[in-house]
């Protein structure tokens, strides 16, 4: 499966409304810091990418911070980097910052 990119802020609403039908995940990194840089990576590592159950949507937030601030708005969630956010039926269902990040518990919620 791999990632979907978010570019568009009108990307944000459709993201929300197909979790209605499909769980959405936004995966928001910052290039620049390391911390970031790691858990991307750990979290590419783990195989979530990889399920079918599960949209994932990176967001680069030095290119796109206003797509950040849209998601804020959206899912009522305050911006942190790196920031995993996972949208069901609409309803935010997980998230967490740095390292709490953990595609095993993000799986665990989908079930």
Not at 6 to 12: A, D, F, K
Not at 47 to 58: A, K, P, R, S
């Amino acid at each position: 499966m791999g990632w979907n990119t978010l570019t568009e802020l009108s990307q944000v609403q459709h993201i929300l409304e197909s979790s209605q039908v499909k769980p959405q995940l936004f995966f928001k990194h910052s290039t620049r810091c390391s911390i970031s840089t790691m858990a991307l990576s750990r979290f590419e590592k783990s195989g979530i990418l990889d399920n079918q159950e599960l949209d994932c949507w990176y967001l680069d937030l030095l290119d796109f911070r206003p797509i950040s601030s849209e998601i804020e708005k959206q899912c009522h969630v305050t911006h942190q980097s790196p920031q995993a956010i996972v949208l069901k039926n609409g309803e935010v269902i997980y998230h967490e910052s740095h390292g709490m990040i953990d595609a095993n518990d993000i799986l665990k919620k989908l079930a």
